[in-house]
C-alpha cells in the first residue's frame, strides 16, 4: 500500500485547484507562492503523476489532478465536519434527571454551574428513566437513585445525598387534624408521589403505626406536585428531608413526628454516568460542582436528625 501524501502537500494542492493558481492558495494558507509550488510538485512525485499544467496565466488541473481534486475535497470535508462534531460534544453536556429532582433541586441551582462553566454548553433532558435503564450513549450524565434495579455494570455512580422520609403537611392542616399521633394519620389524606405508595409504606413499616395503611390517599405524578397539594392543605405528604427542605425551613410545611425519619426504599440520589465519560472534563466539573452543592443538604439533613435525636433523648429522661 502506498504511503499517504504528506497533508501540507494535499493542503497546498486542494487550494491551488479551488483558486486555479498558486497565488491565491498563498493567500489562504499564508505562505509564499514558491512553496505552494514545491508543495505540489512533492505531491507529484509522490504519486509519480502531473496534477497541474503550468501556465502563465495560471494552473490547469491535468486528467489526474481532475479525478484526485473531489477525493482530497471530500477528505478534508469529512476531517472538519469530525473535528466539528467532536468539538461540539465536547462543549455539550447532556443532564438527565426526573422530573421530581429537577424541579425541587436541580433546576433551582443550574444557573451557577452555567455561570461557572460559560464554555459549556447544558442541556437537561427531565425524564424518567426508560426500562432499560440509563443510556450512556444519548447522555453524559444522570441523576438516579441508588437502589435503582436495572443499572448496568459500566456505569459509575456517586452519592450525592440519602433520601430521607418524614410525613409533613401544613400548619393549619395539622391543628385541624390534632396529629398528635401516627395513629391520627388514618383521619388524613395521605398523599403520595408514585402509584407505588413505597413511600408511604417504608415509613408504615419502619414505624407501624395503627390503622394506618399505605393504599390509602390521592396519587400523584411527582413529589413536586404532591408537595404542593400538601402546602394547600390538601393532605400529608411524605416529604423527603432534601427535596422539601425549603419548605420545612420556611415552615410552609411542619413534620408532625419529626422524632420518625425513615430511609426511602430507593436508597441515596447519585450520580451516573459512563465509565468512559466519568473522567472526562465536563462531566468531572459537574460532578465536583454536584457534589459541593450537594454538601448544605448532607449536613440540613444531618442537623435535621441530629436535632430530633436530641428531642427524643431529652423527652425520654424527663419522662
Not at 394547600?232 to 425551613?249: K, P, S
Not at 410545611?253 to 466519568?278: E, N, T
Request: hydrophobic letters at 45%.
Amino acid at each position: 500500500m502506498m504511503r499517504l501524501p504528506p497533508l501540507n502537500a494535499l493542503k497546498a494542492f486542494e487550494a491551488a485547484a479551488r483558486h486555479g493558481g498558486f497565488v491565491g492558495a498563498s493567500e489562504e494558507l499564508h505562505v509564499t507562492r514558491g512553496a505552494i509550488s514545491r508543495h505540489v510538485k512533492l505531491l507529484e512525485d509522490h504519486l509519480g503523476v502531473q496534477l497541474f499544467v503550468r501556465q502563465a496565466q495560471g494552473v490547469r488541473l491535468t486528467p489526474a489532478g481532475t479525478a484526485f481534486l473531489p477525493v482530497v475535497s471530500e477528505a478534508f470535508g469529512m476531517i472538519g465536519r469530525a473535528a466539528e462534531a467532536v468539538s461540539s460534544d465536547a462543549s455539550e453536556l447532556r443532564i438527565l434527571c426526573p422530573p421530581g429532582t429537577s424541579i425541587r433541586w436541580l433546576l433551582p441551582k443550574l444557573e451557577d454551574f452555567r455561570q461557572a462553566h460559560p464554555d459549556l454548553n447544558v442541556r437537561l433532558i427531565t425524564d424518567f428513566y426508560p426500562d432499560s435503564g440509563f443510556d450512556a450513549i444519548d447522555v453524559d450524565v444522570g441523576f438516579s437513585v441508588s437502589n435503582w434495579p436495572k443499572r448496568k455494570p459500566d456505569l459509575e455512580v456517586q452519592t450525592l445525598f440519602p433520601i430521607l422520609l418524614t410525613p409533613a403537611c401544613a400548619p393549619d392542616y395539622l391543628r385541624g387534624k390534632a396529629l398528635k399521633a401516627p395513629e391520627a394519620l388514618t383521619a388524613c389524606e395521605l398523599l403520595h408521589e408514585t402509584r407505588s405508595h413505597g413511600d408511604w409504606k417504608a415509613w408504615i413499616d419502619a414505624f407501624d403505626p395503627a390503622g394506618v395503611v399505605s393504599t390509602a390517599g390521592q396519587e400523584f405524578p411527582n413529589i413536586d406536585i404532591a408537595t404542593k397539594a400538601a402546602v394547600m392543605g390538601v393532605g400529608v405528604v411524605m416529604a423527603d428531608l432534601v427535596l422539601c427542605r425549603d419548605e420545612l425551613e420556611t415552615g410552609v410545611l411542619v413534620a408532625p413526628f419529626s422524632d420518625m425519619v425513615c430511609k426511602s426504599p430507593d436508597g441515596d440520589i447519585c450520580l451516573i454516568g459512563g465509565r468512559d465519560k466519568w473522567q472526562t472534563p465536563k462531566v468531572e466539573a459537574f460532578r465536583l460542582w454536584a457534589y459541593g452543592v450537594a454538601e448544605a443538604d448532607r449536613a440540613a439533613v444531618d442537623k435535621f436528625v441530629n436535632a430530633n435525636l436530641q428531642a427524643d433523648r431529652e423527652q425520654s429522661f424527663n419522662s
